[in-house]
């Protein structure tokens, strides 16, 4: 995909002024469900599993798609043309590795019809309706089927399996490009917090970060950016360099964006282990934990690593 900006700073605050543009016509954001992180020993027979898909969270609201932030999403016309009163919880999906397509497709005030012909709902709920989640999967497979629109689609459930066979699916859908899995327990009401009763397994953890400063490259990265000085959202500071292609070390993001990394545990001290470059957050739909605001960006700066 080609991008209309000359770099990637350039497409970093484009994105951020799309999303800001369209403030004044905000909606509340909508009250979703929220998943934890799943955990050896937790019951499996109670839940159902499917893969984590990662595109767009979006919800209908019986008029309208919005954004997990309450962002008013401009689909097309055709895209949303005979959906029903009865809100729905989704996925706007570009298949796996699509991420920044989905987001360069949502976010943009005035639709591309091509793009987002190649975009597909994904619905995984349905928040309205009062019965446990076994009754809202059925409800959810008619709500998709009365549409007959190949571009909304019901999220596949299968019963979850054992714990090993869990991770050798999990294992199985990495290979494959995907995210990872998310197990909805089959007897819950639909709950608008972070609950077990919504898990997400993946083979790696990711967070968000702010930029607050540049580290200067060495040896072959003379010039370039070594690593990027980032804040989490609990102020804890650290580097990601991992991950930073030369393209990214010549044309660094700013100084005040939000990106994702990767990484696998904490260490003692509390830092993320072995962090790593994942993509900046231009959807700018997510929340601190906590709902705390996200910290003031510092002065650019260069740094030495710790």
């Known amino acids: 995909m080609r991008w209309a900006f000359s770099g990637f700073a350039g497409f970093a605050l484009s994105a951020a002024l799309s999303w800001t543009a369209c403030a004044p016509t905000w909606a509340q954001a909508p009250a979703l469900t929220l998943a934890n992180r799943y955990h050896p020993g937790i019951d499996l027979g109670a839940y159902w599993v499917s893969e984590k898909l990662d ?6 609201d019986g008029q309208q798609l919005l954004s997990r932030g309450g ?38 005030q005035t639709p591309d019809d091509a793009a987002w012909r190649q975009i597909r709902f994904m619905v995984f709920d349905l928040p309205a309706h009062p019965g446990s989640f076994e009754q809202r999967m059925t409800a959810y497979r008619l709500w998709v089927a009365q549409r007959q629109q190949p571009w909304v689609q ?10 090993t ?3 050798r699916r999990l294992q199985e859908i990495d290979r ?28 790696h953890e990711d967070a968000e970060a702010e930029v607050i400063g540049h580290t200067a490259g060495r040896g072959k ?28 070390r010549r044309d660094p993001p700013a100084v005040g964006t939000w990106i994702t990394y990767r990484y696998r545990g904490l260490n003692d001290s509390g830092l993320p282990r072995f962090a790593t470059w994942l993509r900046v957050r231009t959807d700018q739909d997510w929340q601190l934990p906590g709902g705390s605001a996200a910290p003031a960006a510092m002065p650019p700066t260069t740094v030495a690593p710790r």
């Open 71 to 108: 962002h008013p999403i401009h689909a097309p016309s055709w895209f949303t043309q005979g959906w029903p009163l009865e809100p729905a919880d989704g996925e706007l999906w570009a298949g796996r590795g699509g991420f920044q397509q989905a987001v360069s497709t949502v976010r943009q």
């Open 221 to 248: 990265y003379t010039g370039m950016t070594g690593a990027l000085r980032v804040r989490a959202a609990d102020g804890r500071e650290f580097h990601i360099g991992s991950g930073l292609s030369d393209a990214l």
């Open 165 to 167: 066979a869990l991770m």
């Open 176 to 203: 494959a490009g995907g995210e990872g899995l998310m197990l909805q327990r089959g007897d819950a009401l639909y709950r608008t917090e972070r609950s077990n009763n919504l898990l997400k397994l993946k083979t």
């Open 55 to 60: 595109g767009v969270r979006a919800y209908w």
């Open 154 to 163: 019901p999220v596949e459930q299968t019963p979850a399996p054992n714990h």
